[in-house]
């Protein structure tokens, strides 16, 4: 599952007065807390995803999981208004099959050693065959998306049908995976 694009950026004034936090050489961020960050957000949406590859989700959507007692997902308010949230999957990885679903790692940052590009990915296979139990999992390989790197969102099949009775605006439940 992936949110809609929002047409925002979350974290460029972070960018601007943190630096530090980014590699000197590839710009990449380093520092994974910027979820403490407090931003101006605005949005029509339920769940929707910024260009830096920020999941923010609403109110709605936030106690809709909290009173479905998902126990790995956790929410930073955006801001003091309480009505967007930050959406964040803990650890709980599922294995995606890197040569099947093409993606290629390009040469990495001497710096920070991650890789500088990340290409293909746009048909996800997965390396286990058994469906996915009712839960939220995050891919075990990141993207690269102006210099954040993200995970991709996999969901069991309960968990879809329950998201999808919601009518969740901007959730795309429909993203590929095989
Ligand atoms: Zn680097």
Not at 31 to 39: N, T
């Amino acid at each position: 599952m992936q949110g809609i694009d929002n047409k925002q950026y979350a974290l460029s004034e972070f960018f601007e007065n943190k630096n530090r936090l980014r590699c000197p050489e590839c710009g990449c961020l380093l520092d994974p807390y910027y979820r403490s960050l407090r931003i101006d957000f605005k949005s029509k949406f339920d769940f929707s995803t910024t260009y830096d590859n920020v999941d923010i989700v609403s109110k709605r959507f936030k106690d809709f999981i909290q009173l479905e007692d998902y126990r790995n997902v956790v929410f930073f308010p955006v801001n003091e208004n309480n009505e967007f949230f930050y959406f964040h999957i803990l650890n709980n990885p599922v294995q995606v099959n890197v040569e099947k679903s093409g993606i290629k790692y390009k040469e990495k940052c001497n710096t920070c050693l991650y890789p500088k590009e990340i290409i293909g990915g746009f048909d996800i296979f997965l390396n286990q065959e058994e469906p996915l139990l009712d839960c939220f999992y995050t891919s075990d390989v990141y993207w690269r998306t102006h210099n954040m790197f993200g995970y991709r969102i996999f969901i069991g099949i309960e968990t879809y049908n329950k998201l999808h009775a919601q009518k969740f605006k901007g959730l795309d439940l429909a993203a590929k995976v095989f």
